[in-house]
């Protein structure tokens, strides 16, 4: 992995591939953040979580589009992730899944934290990244909070809703996209720590509130999510 946080450079391949799919120029968006286009196609290991941000930050801007990150996760394949999300789906249970992704998460992307717990109802999904490159990234915040919702709703069909979304950090015009597209309760969590002792970065790390059954993340995923056992593995 490179210097400071960093992502799989197939990721970034895959991403950019999902901007072509929509409509946008992945070529134009290489040259305005400076990337080559062998830097992803060469077999490189990785790409730096700055460079990552702006392809997305760039997407955005190309179709003054403040919901970007949102809308291309909806057209970005869970496959696409690697095999971290193999793993996800390879095990029996759905809340093992997530769990394992979580542990595995350093294999896919540096810098970063994801953790599970649940509490009766309420399963609560913490992201955090810890990267001074990629402070106050929006669209990124908006695309990993969106693939983390396809990926459940896929998961656990329509028993699955998102609650509420607390950002430590909110950049300007950041909550009216969140709660159109989830319809949740969107609020400002106080950071851990003062801010210039433990800074936040990303607008993290994201709490979401998912509301499901705790059987639910016990179940196999030959009972709950049965379209799951076609998909590419």
Not at 6 to 16: G, M, Q, Y
Not at 127 to 153: E, M
């Amino acid at each position: 992995m490179t210097p400071g946080g960093a992502i799989s450079a197939s990721v970034a391949e895959n991403l950019l591939t999902s901007i072509g799919r929509v409509g946008g120029n992945p070529d134009e968006i290489r040259a305005k953040i400076g990337m080559q286009r062998s830097t992803t196609q060469s077999g490189a290991a990785s790409l730096s979580l700055a460079e990552f941000t702006s392809i997305l930050e760039c997407g955005a801007s190309e179709f003054c589009d403040s919901t970007f990150g949102f809308e291309l996760a909806k057209v970005f394949p869970h496959e696409g992730l690697g095999p971290v999300a193999q793993l996800l789906m390879a095990t029996l249970t759905i809340g093992d899944g997530v769990s394992c992704f979580a542990r595995n998460l350093p294999a896919l992307q540096t810098s970063t934290k994801l953790s599970l717990s649940v509490h009766g109802d309420l399963a609560r999904i913490d992201y955090k990244i810890d990267d001074p490159t990629v402070r106050r990234r929006a669209q990124d915040a908006n695309f990993s909070l969106g693939i983390l919702h396809s990926i459940l709703a896929r998961l656990l069909g329509q028993r699955f809703r998102i609650v509420s979304v607390e950002l430590e950090q909110i950049v300007r015009g950041q909550l009216p996209p969140i709660k159109s597209t989830f319809h949740v309760r969107s609020d400002s969590g106080k950071p851990r720590m003062p801010y210039a002792s433990q800074p936040i970065f990303l607008n993290s790390p994201i709490h979401s509130q998912i509301s499901a059954s705790k059987n639910d993340w016990k179940e196999s995923w030959l009972t709950s999510s049965p379209a799951l056992t076609s998909s590419p593995a």
